[in-house]
């Protein structure tokens, strides 16, 4: 919503300011501008990127129009979290493969769509618990696998920002390249009446404002927009790590999701009180679930 809120801003500031000074908004329709300047970014991207980084660049950008992981989705996490290490504490790890062996049928990772939508923290937490399940692993060995892990994924989803970041550095050299093609035409009607000339003229200039405008206006915030978001979202697959290491070290389903708990930043992060109040619900509702089963 902010990114919209924020391109409205931009595009009213910019026309409001121009009309304002007196200037026409018909002159600023160059559309032979817009398809140079867009079209050859397009193909440079094109030739510059993979194309598995260009489909999580559409995704990544469709994620930005949203938000972050809120406070509900930490609280429904950390509820599912302290249920699956109630789960060891009465089962052992061995009670848990079969939940991580097919996730979407477990009984306890299904009632959590939220956390079933994010493929990738599903995969972390499935991988990891198999790696406690096949055991033989010191605790800070285990610390460096999800470490690995997590940098693997983060280096990954920072890609198409960077990939971004580099067309928004190239476009003021674009709107430059319509800008001297504008001139070449000008050139090209040296002869003609200053009217037609001074409109030539201002159809290049045209290109160099839409240059610097879609760099420093648009596509520059966008890519940022993207890297915060990528940030936000690696708090939650540290959020698991946090828990699983201290369940596997033999602390108490309540101090282990204390620790995943504090990872948190504080702007998500639910309170003490809070997260053991839906921890409490969850686990309830779970034995009512087991109970009618039986």
């Known amino acids: 919503m902010l990114l919209i809120v924020g391109i409205v801003v931009v595009v009213a500031a910019v026309l409001g300011g121009y009309t304002m000074a007196g200037g026409a908004l018909l002159v600023l329709n160059q559309p032979s ?46 509820s599912m979290l302290y249920q699956i290490f109630k789960q060891v504490q009465q089962g052992g790890l061995m009670s848990l493969e079969s939940h991580f062996e097919d996730p979407p049928k477990s009984p306890i990772l299904s009632r959590y769509p939220k956390f079933m939508k994010r493929h990738d923290a599903v995969d972390f937490l499935s991988d990891s618990f198999k790696v406690l399940i096949v055991g033989g692993i010191a605790p800070h060995d285990l610390e460096a696998l999800m470490d690995e892990d997590i940098k693997a994924h983060h280096d990954e989803a920072l890609r198409p920002s960077a990939s971004l970041n580099k067309i928004g550095d190239a476009l003021p ?48 915030p966008i890519a940022q927009s993207m890297e915060h978001r990528v940030n936000d979202d690696g708090y939650y697959c540290l959020c698991i790590k946090a828990g699983l290491l201290a369940i596997y070290k033999g602390n108490p389903p309540a101090i282990a999701i204390e620790f995943a708990r504090r990872v948190l930043p504080h702007s998500v992060r639910p309170s003490f009180e809070e997260t053991e109040k ?10 009512q679930v087991h109970a009618q089963a039986a």
């Open 33 to 78: 501008e817009f398809v140079v300047i867009g079209g050859v970014a397009v193909g440079t991207m094109l030739i510059g990127t993979p194309v598995s980084v260009l489909k999580l660049t559409v995704v990544q950008i469709k994620a930005v129009m949203g938000g972050p992981p809120g406070r509900s989705e930490y609280v429904e996490l950390l």
């Open 278 to 287: 839906f921890c409490r619900a969850a686990t309830s509702s779970s034995q």
């Open 173 to 220: 050299g674009l709107g430059i390249v319509a800008a001297v093609l504008g001139i070449v035409i000008t050139m090209g009607h040296i002869d003609a009446p200053p009217e037609e000339i001074g409109h030539h003229v201002g159809a290049a200039l045209v290109g160099t404002f839409l240059g610097v405008l879609l760099s420093y206006g648009f596509v520059q």
